[in-house]
C-alpha cells in the first residue's frame, strides 16, 4: 500500500539500518520527518517495506532522500515505485528553474537515471560534512 506520508521516527530509523543507511538520532529524525516537502511510505500489511522524501526550500531547491527498501523486498520494483510517486510530486509542484538534486550510491544510480537524473561531474561535484552522532 502507498501512503503520501513520512513513517514513524522509530520505523524510519529501522528501514534506514536494514536497507544499510547511515544511522540517524530518534530527535533529529522525528523534526527532518516532519519537515519534508512530500514523502511516499509503501507498506505490506502495517509494516513499512519502503520509503523516499523530498526536502528543500519550496521553491528552487529540492533533494531526494531516504531511498529505501527492506532487503526482504528488494527487487520488486519498489524503488522504482518510490520514484515514480515522487518524481509525480515534483512534476506537478516544482516551478520551472527548481533544481532537484540526489546523492546516488551505485548499482542505484541506474534507478535514477531513468528518472533523468545525470550526474554532475566533472563541472561539479558532491560533497557533504557529517556532525558526529
Known sequence: MVQHTAPEAGEYIALRLAA???PKDEAAARIALKNSIYAVSLRSSDKLVGMGRIIGDGG????????????AFQGRGLGNRIMTELMNAMDAHAPDGAYVSL???VP???LYQKFGFTYTA????????????
Open 20 to 22: 544499510g543507511l547511515s
Open 60 to 71: 528552487c531547491f529540492y533533494q531526494v532522500v531516504d531511498i529505501a527498501v527492506d532487503p
Open 103 to 105: 546523492l546516488a550510491d
Open 108 to 110: 542505484a544510480d541506474r
Open 122 to 133: 566533472p563541472q561539479s561535484l558532491g560533497m557533504y560534512k557529517k556532525y558526529p552522532l
